[in-house]
């Protein structure tokens, strides 16, 4: 007897020569098409983020162009009540007066505001901005020592204000701005009178008290102003 051995016979699932050529054409347009469609968005996001650029910088230098002048000017007004004793032998009179400041400041040359970007990035679905803004100052003071002793002084001022914060943008417009860091500092500061070189360390305290004191008034004006606004019409 012979052994029986069935020989199955594997059926061929490979298409035949002209299938085989549309399938390779279809893939190589697919491939076209999807490199076709990145390059579409990559230059959509950049044209997003250059209109959020804009859109920015144009709203941070057109509300710091408003304080151009003394009417519109940042103040500063602080009091401290003072006292001192002179010792006489027995007898301490008691001495006690009251001293004030009051100061303002205002943007010299709104033309000349520079608004620089450090930063610009997508941080998940949100864009994050890191903004330089270079501010020439004018400041007008006067300073009360005491009941007889006053002064009044001007200055022109250098300061640089870093803005952080980050924003949505949703059908063109941008929504939920938020500015995490705001920070104004005095770089430069020049008196118009002589006698001021000697109180330079108070006089700066007081200016960056007064800067200070915007910094939060800041924030919320620009992120009200910032949100909702169109991207598009800035190009």
């Keep these: 007897m012979y052994p029986c051995h069935s020989t199955l016979k594997t059926p061929s699932f490979r298409p035949p020569y002209h299938q085989r050529q549309r399938m390779i054409s279809q893939t190589r347009w697919l491939v076209t098409l999807s490199f076709m469609l990145l390059g579409f968005q990559s230059?959509?996001?950049?044209?997003?983020?250059?209109?959020?650029?804009?859109?920015?910088?144009?709203?941070?230098?057109?509300?710091?162009?408003?304080?151009?002048s003394f009417?519109?000017?940042?103040?500063?007004?602080?009091?401290?009540?003072?006292?001192?004793w002179l010792d006489m032998w027995v007898w301490r009179p008691e001495w006690k007066w009251i001293e004030s400041t009051y100061a303002r400041v205002w943007?010299?040359?709104?033309?000349?505001?520079?608004?620089?970007?450090?930063?610009?990035?997508?941080d998940g679905s949100r864009l994050a901005f890191d903004v330089?803004?270079?501010?020439?100052?004018e400041l007008k003071a006067r300073h009360q020592a005491c009941e007889w002793v006053d002064s009044e002084f001007g200055a022109k001022?250098?300061?640089q204000i870093t803005l952080r914060?980050?924003?949505?943008i949703d059908a063109g417009r941008v929504r939920e701005a938020e500015f995490t860091q705001v920070r104004i500092g005095v770089s430069?500061?020049?008196?118009?009178?002589a006698f001021c070189q000697t109180m330079r360390g108070p006089i700066r305290s007081t200016l960056n008290c007064l800067l200070e004191q915007q910094q939060e008034r800041l924030c919320g004006v620009l992120e009200a102003r910032l949100s909702g606004?169109?991207?598009?019409g800035l190009r």
């Design 43 to 68: 230059e959509a996001r950049s044209d997003e983020d250059e209109l959020s650029r804009k859109l920015v910088g144009h709203v941070i230098a057109s509300h710091l162009g408003k304080v151009d």
């Design 71 to 84: 009417e519109t000017s940042w103040e500063y007004h602080s009091t401290r009540r003072m006292v001192a």
């Design 107 to 122: 943007i010299a040359d709104p033309e000349a505001l520079a608004v620089q970007f450090r930063e610009l990035r997508a």
């Design 132 to 137: 330089t803004i270079d501010l020439p100052l």
């Design 157 to 159: 001022v250098q300061a």
């Design 165 to 168: 914060g980050t924003m949505a």
């Design 188 to 193: 430069e500061l020049e008196f118009d009178r």
């Design 229 to 232: 606004q169109k991207l598009v």
